[in-house]
């Protein structure tokens, strides 16, 4: 069965930084892409970034370009998403998603909830 | 960027009852490798979103029968053909043929 679980979520200050995680089982971990999408109630969902199977290739979009970092370490079945210079806007439940080649298959996790406020 | 649109936003349905949602894109969703990557998510109250169909109408793992998906180009459908209990909760088309991938604002499908 797959699990896909994200911790890291919290309260933080604008301007502050969060790094969250996701460890995944259950399939082949270095074969997949994984993306971080978020969910805030006015925004519906965002893709945020994703990153190729081998670390070699990262893509985000442009209102995190420059603040956040998507980083993954296949030993260890692990996702990272550093968050930088944080905005209320970046408020939103952060979802850890991994998809295969063609999209044949593709798994959520049940998210953890980043709120940016002073 | 692409945007999706869906429609209705709200979609009360009574049991046993046939539903249907249209999602657009404002380009068309084919790839280069000829595919088209159309998928349809459903979240349920107090859940994370769980992928039902992709590439248009491919059904995944465990996912009932009474779900299909259609469409081509730029105009996709999701259809129930008899509404169960389970199935109230928001539905997303989203595509990942262009740069970014993008979700539809959701459809809320409810029991009348």
């Known amino acids: 069965e797959v699990h896909l679980v994200e911790s890291g979520g919290g309260l933080v200050q604008p301007g502050g930084s969060l790094r969250l995680s996701c460890t995944a089982s259950?399939?082949?971990?270095?074969?997949?892409?994984m993306t971080w999408v978020r969910q805030a109630p006015v925004r519906g969902l965002e893709w945020v970034a994703n990153i190729k199977q081998d670390g070699s290739g990262k893509y985000y979009v442009d209102s995190v370009k420059g603040r956040f970092t998507i980083s993954r370490d296949n030993a260890k079945n692990s996702l990272y998403l550093q968050m930088n210079s944080l905005r209320a806007e970046d408020t939103a439940i952060y979802y850890c998603?991994?998809?295969?080649?063609?999209?044949?298959?593709?798994?959520w996790g049940q998210g953890t909830l980043v709120t940016v406020s002073s | 960027d692409v945007v999706m649109t869906q429609s209705p936003l709200s979609l009360p349905v009574t049991l046993g009852q046939p539903a249907s949602i249209s999602c657009r894109s404002s380009q068309s969703l084919v790839y280069s490798d000829g595919n088209t990557y159309l998928n349809w998510f459903q979240q349920r109250p107090g859940q994370s979103p769980r992928r039902l169909i992709y590439k248009v109408s491919n059904r995944d793992s465990g996912v009932p029968d009474r779900f299909s998906g259609s469409g081509s180009g730029t105009d996709f459908t999701l259809k129930i053909s008899r509404v169960e209990a389970e199935d109230v909760g928001i539905y997303y088309c989203?595509?990942?043929?262009?740069?970014?991938?993008?979700f539809g604002p959701g459809t809320k499908l409810e029991i009348k």
């Open positions: 989203m595509h990942a043929t262009h740069w970014p991938p993008a």
């Open positions: 998603v991994s998809y295969s080649d063609g999209w044949n298959e593709a798994y």
């Open positions: 259950g399939f082949p971990f270095s074969s997949f892409w």
